[in-house]
């Protein structure tokens, strides 16, 4: 098992406490894709942590764009939220940490909640490609009658 450096105290005020109504917790701004820079500032934790915690925690995997770069849905940003309560709040170890997302897995809420925002992300971008492929021929019908 990896050793991990304790948290600052700086870090500390960060981590989000879920429930919590005095605690600072992340507003995730409402986007599609965050890059890799873009979620270790909202998580608070240095770009090689998060590809550390790829690496370990098998959900956690964003998708790489054309040129290899990292682009994280809301969903990510959300497991990497909870990965870093996992272990810097409340103390877990990778293992204790996996345990522990199984767990709630295995309780339907965790599982079910993904699902519905990767569908909902999946519809997006085929909505996307769908304007893009009219935009194209849009294109190419004026670029014809110029």
Partial sequence: MAMMNEPSLSELSKIPLGEAGDEKI???????????????????????????????????????????QRLYRKGDVESVLLIKRLLYLERYSIEGAKKRIKEMRKQGGLSEAKRARGTLDDHKIECIRKAKEELRALIDLVSQGA
């Fill in 26 to 68: 992340p507003k995730i701004p409402d986007r599609m894709y965050f890059r890799i820079g873009d979620v270790a500032e909202i998580a608070g934790v240095q770009p090689y942590v998060l590809r550390f915690w790829e690496k370990e925690f098998d959900f956690l995997a964003p998708i790489k764009n054309a040129s290899g």
